[in-house]
Structures are given as structure tokens and as C-alpha cells.
């Protein structure tokens, strides 16, 4: 919430700031402790998904309160970069050869060479992918994020961490929609992207109407989301309420530091993206349900 960017950052504050001294439990003149506390505990969080255990707890308080839709819901994704420099994309199975001018941020000369994530890893992240979303931006090494939220109140239900790729939107959606219960008919909205026969026909399986923007592109002669979805008041409701998970992705890149994590591994990315939501969504309840002065 404070937009502390990293363990030597939080440690720094902990020395001066009476308000994180109090929260953690330290006394004025107590000893603070050092980053290896961090990284022994990092694995313990970790294996006992603190922070999937943390997101259902705010969700539940969500439900108790009545402030989570069952019937209506929006699906997207963002691309979380990885805390890889380009230079470490590296040919596999290549032998390193020692640096010739600086250790640390040696010269590389990539002209004229091809690199794809199928001849081509990360040297220090190996799960991060090469990838951009649209043709005019810089290809990055990077993950997905993805978010499954509600429409009533723009809260975050489910969410999935993936390698970047074309079909990893649609892939997560439909593993995201199997999370959701009951009997009912439910709808989900997503971009027009998502337009795809495949991913529609998964949803109508599932009983879940497909109110996907359409791909109304002058070559494209199929639209697979037709009449019987955009014929209903619904669908322009649900168009509206779509947006509001940009807000979510708005707040987890500037506030939550889910830019460009400074952890490495789908994993760990995982934990931080799930820890960040659910920080969004406490502060999103506390503001729809403000305390009586």
C-alpha cells in the first residue's frame, strides 16, 4: 500500500517509522532485523500459499458483505515483465564465454541474430518468455497476469499467473471459469481478442454466456459472439462493467509493484501477483464499506 519497492527498502522505514514498528510488532528501541530473515522465510510462504490463504480470507469477508456478484464477471490479462535483462536471453545450451570488457554489465551484440523462445532462454529467469501484446511495442521478457473479476463491485475472484503467450489469455480464462459454481447461468466479459470460437465454445459448455466484445474486423467474416448474446440489455452492462478491471491492473502496476517484480520464477511472481489482489480488493471493500463515524 505504501509502494516500498523491495526487503532492504522495508527494512530502512522499520528503522525510523513508528507505524510500520508498531504493525510488525517491534518496540522503539528494539533491533531490526536483517534481509536474510526475508529470504529464509521466503519458502515457507511459499509452501503454505500465505498468500492464496490471504486473498480467499478478504474474498470471504467480500461475500459476507454481499458485495460479490455470482451471476456476472469480466476476465483480462496483463503483461507483468520479468526481472531478467534482454541480455541474458541467450541461444540453449550455448556455452557462456567470460566478459571481456565489464563483469557486470558486459557487451553484447545480438546484429543479425534471430531470437526466439524456442531456440532462445533466459539465463536467469528460464520461465520467463520473450513477448509483446501488439505489433508497434518492444518485445519483453515476461509473464501473464490474470484476473477473473466480478461486475457489481469490480473485485478481483481469481486469478492465474502464466507464461506470455498468444493463447495463454484464453487458456487461463477457461481454467478461471471452472472455479465458478452454481447451477444459474452466468456471463463473461472479456476483449475482442477473445472472439474466438474455441474459447466460446468452452464457456457455452460451462453455462456461461459469452459477452466478448466483437472482433468486427473489415477481413474477419465470422464473429462467434452473434445476436444471441448482443441482442440483450445485458451485454451492453457488461461492456460497460469490463473496464473496470483496467482500474485493477491500473492499481497493481503503480501501487502494487507488479510493474516489474523484483522476484524471479512463475512461482514467485505467482505469490506476489495473488498477495497484490488481495490488497486491492481490502482496500476496494474499505471503500464501499466505509466505518460509521
Excluded at 2 to 14: C, M, P, V
Excluded at 241 to 254: S, Y
Amino acid at each position: 500500500m505504501y509502494t516500498i519497492r523491495s526487503e532492504g527498502q522495508l527494512i530502512e522505514h522499520l528503522k525510523y517509522n513508528l507505524l510500520y514498528r508498531w504493525f510488525v510488532g517491534l518496540a522503539p528501541d528494539d533491533r531490526v532485523w536483517d534481509e536474510t530473515v526475508f529470504s529464509k522465510n521466503r519458502d515457507r510462504l511459499l509452501e503454505g500459499e500465505i498468500a492464496e490463504h490471504f486473498f480467499e480470507a478478504v474474498l470471504g469477508e467480500a461475500q459476507k458483505r454481499d458485495l460479490v456478484s455470482k451471476d456476472h464477471f469480466t476476465v483480462d490479462g496483463t503483461l507483468v515483465e520479468a526481472w531478467a535483462s534482454l541480455k541474458s536471453f541467450q541461444r540453449k545450451g550455448s556455452k557462456k564465454d567470460p566478459p571481456s570488457d565489464d563483469p557486470g554489465n558486459p557487451s553484447v551484440n545480438f546484429r543479425g541474430e534471430t531470437r526466439k523462445n524456442d531456440t532462445h532462454e533466459s539465463t536467469t529467469d528460464p520461465e520467463a518468455k520473450l513477448y509483446t501484446k501488439s505489433s508497434g511495442a518492444a518485445a519483453k521478457l515476461s509473464y501473464m497476469g490474470h484476473v477473473l473479476m466480478e461486475n457489481r463491485n469490480g473485485l478481483a475472484v481469481g486469478n492465474q499467473v502464466t507464461q506470455a503467450g498468444y493463447h495463454a489469455e484464453t487458456d487461463a480464462a477457461v481454467e478461471m471459469a471452472k472455479g465458478l459454481t452454481g447451477e444459474h447461468r452466468k456471463t463473461l466479459g472479456a476483449d475482442k481478442p477473445d472472439d474466438q470460437n474455441e474459447f466460446c465454445r468452452q464457456l457455452r459448455k460451462r453455462g456461461i454466456t459469452p459477452h466478448i466484445a466483437q472482433n468486427l474486423h473489415a477481413r474477419r467474416k465470422t464473429r462467434y459472439v452473434d445476436g444471441r448474446a448482443t441482442r440483450h440489455e445485458g451485454y451492453d452492462v457488461s461492456q460497460r462493467k469490463r473496464k473496470l478491471v483496467e482500474e485493477i491492473f491500473g492499481w497493481l502496476k503503480t501501487m502494487g509493484l507488479i510493474r516489474r517484480p523484483h522476484v524471479r520464477g512463475k512461482r514467485r511472481i505467482r505469490f506476489v501477483f495473488t498477495f497484490a489482489l488481495a490488497v486491492y480488493n481490502l482496500l476496494r471493500i474499505s471503500n464501499l464499506c466505509p466505518e460509521p463515524t
